[in-house]
T-cell receptor
Framework: EAGVTQSPTHLIKTRGQQATLRCSPI?????VYWYQQALGLGLQFLLW???????NRGNFPPRFSGRQFPNYSSELNVNALELEDSALYLC??????????????FGQGTRLTVV | DQQVKQNSPSLSVQEGRISILNCDYT??????FLWYKKYPAEGPTFLIS?????DKNEDGRFTVFLNKSAKHLSLHIVPSQPGDSAVYFC???????????FGTGTRLKVLA
């Protein structure tokens, strides 16, 4: 069974550009979470999607957005990139209705570098 | 406001000895706790979890202890092996939170 897959693995963008990151959850999982891990910091919660809807978002500006498609895959978009957006972006999936006493499975991450 | 804290950024342990990683939380609504291990250039992998109705959960060499009154949990690895060298994150969730709140991680180095 395939795990959570993320693409691309590495992405280099220029300040002010837009970045699009993609995530495919484990088959049967309907919830997708996005986290940011900046250098030296823990995993900061970005967004939670379930059944195609945004259910919760973390303390990030509106230029961080995303969506979930009918096949439950998800896209994270970061507009007007800033240097401090450079980080590892991790996607995780769980069965539906969020993390009710169940573990989330993570992808390998997308390393975004803004220059 | 860091609701989940791992106050030790790093820990070194001799192979075969016990590794103890600690985690504190502030939100009394948290009722489910997890530990993840992360190698460089990989996503976190789930290790072990514990519900707030328990105070201990074991899985092989890994044991998690929960002290609800102190809002503290710890991960014990016995015996420690060089392959255990990684960054360990604790995470917490609670009813209505619908997401995991992660600590900042502890880098464990097991010396051969």
């Amino acid at each position: 069974e395939a795990g959570v897959t993320q693409s691309p693995t590495h992405l280099i963008k220029t300040r002010g550009q837009q970045a699009t990151l993609r995530c495919s959850p484990i088959s049967g999982h309907t919830s997708v979470y996005w986290y940011q891990q900046a250098l030296g910091l823990g995993l900061q919660f970005l967004l939670w999607y379930d059944e195609g809807e945004e259910r919760n978002r973390g303390n990030f500006p509106p230029r961080f957005s995303g969506r979930q498609f009918p096949n439950y895959s998800s896209e994270l978009n970061v507009n007007a990139l800033e240097l401090e957006d450079s980080a590892l972006y991790l996607c995780a999936s769980t069965t539906g209705q969020g993390v009710k006493n169940t573990e989330a499975f993570f992808g390998q991450g997308t390393r975004l570098t803004v220059v | 406001d860091q609701q989940v804290k791992q106050n030790s950024p790093s820990l070194s342990v001799q192979e075969g000895r016990i590794s103890i990683l600690n985690c504190d939380y502030t939100n009394s609504m948290f009722d489910y706790f997890l530990w993840y291990k992360k190698y460089p250039a990989e996503g976190p992998t789930f290790l072990i979890s514990i519900s707030s109705i328990k105070d201990k959960n074991e899985d092989g060499r890994f044991t998690v202890f929960l002290n609800k009154s102190a809002k503290h949990l710890s991960l014990h690895i016995v015996p420690s092996q060089p392959g255990d060298s990684a960054v360990y994150f604790c995470a917490a969730s609670g009813w209505g939170t619908y997401k995991y709140i992660f600590g900042t991680g502890t880098r464990l180095k097991v010396l051969a």
